[in-house]
């Protein structure tokens, strides 16, 4: 199967097989396609986007299964949508010359990462009585993927500031799963820090690439999609060290950690 054939199945395709494709076997050739965005992911019924709100859990609640539960469907969600925003990168952006193929090739890794943590989540959440799509399943990163042109906008969006904030939210949220003794689920968010950390390596690296003489800070706030704001790449809890084994220099994490702006959650005083 041809890599194109394979992003459009996940992203066009409505159901969870659809979402959880192998790249098994994928072929790389460049091919020169131009892809229109579609207004949403393909989705079943069950899975569809659902706007209505509901509120994420405090972790002062985690003794109760539930909550544990709930707060594992809304992290299954994001990473169905990342899931989805990478099969549209690998759409989107053309394949001009060996850079790109490169850039689709760490793409394809990322989507086996994501597809990992969204399995884990589903089985996880099982435990606790709940199915994928019991609770509504919003768009949020999704609204920002027709702000990307190009694939320094995806990178900065995604490897940057989402990626980059999860290096913080994860080891809140498995330092809250083990502190109600939750072994399991404080495992998960573990092994989806690790991910984490060579996604944001990633991005990284490939924004070093692409920004020539210009200060990498610079650079990623000049890229940043729409109203987007550094800010979105902070939980409350900032962990430097794990920035910088994640490949960002000193410059960048200090900006970024000295960066303040009027986005609510990393203004937040509790969880």
């Not at 689709?104 to 990322?110: A, E, Q």
């Amino acid at each position: 199967m041809h890599y194109r054939e394979y992003a459009r199945q996940i992203l066009e395709g409505g159901s969870l097989d659809d979402k959880l494709l192998s790249s098994k076997d994928l072929e790389l050739s460049s091919i020169l396609e131009n892809y229109s965005l579609p207004k949403n992911p393909g989705r079943t019924k069950r899975l569809e986007i659902n706007n209505e709100q509901i509120k994420f859990p405090r972790n002062t609640s985690f003794h109760l299964e539930e909550k544990r539960g709930l707060a594992l469907h809304f992290f299954a969600n994001h990473e169905l949508l990342a899931i989805e925003m990478m099969a549209a990168a690998l759409l989107l952006y053309p394949d001009t010359g060996r850079d790109m193929i490169q850039f689709k090739k760490g793409l394809i890794k990322t989507i086996q990462d994501e597809q990992k943590h969204l399995k884990m989540y589903i089985v996880r959440m099982k435990e606790f009585g709940v199915e994928f799509g019991d609770f509504p399943l919003n768009d949020f990163f999704w609204t920002w993927m027709d702000k990307c042109p190009t694939a320094t906008h995806f990178y900065s969006a995604m490897a940057l500031t989402f990626e980059s904030a999860n290096l913080d939210f994860a080891q809140f949220y498995e330092k809250s799963f083990r502190a109600v003794d939750d072994t399991k689920s404080a495992d998960m968010m573990r092994i989806v820090l690790e991910d984490e950390i060579s996604h944001v390596a990633l991005g990284a690296h490939w924004l070093n690439q692409w920004k020539g003489d210009k200060n990498l800070w610079n650079y990623y706030k000049d890229h940043l999609p729409g109203v987007m704001t550094p800010a979105r790449s902070k939980g409350i809890h900032f962990d430097k060290e794990i920035r910088t084994k994640a490949g960002l220099d000193q410059d960048f994490i200090s900006s970024l950690d000295s960066y303040r702006d009027e986005f609510n959650v990393t203004n937040r005083k509790s969880w």
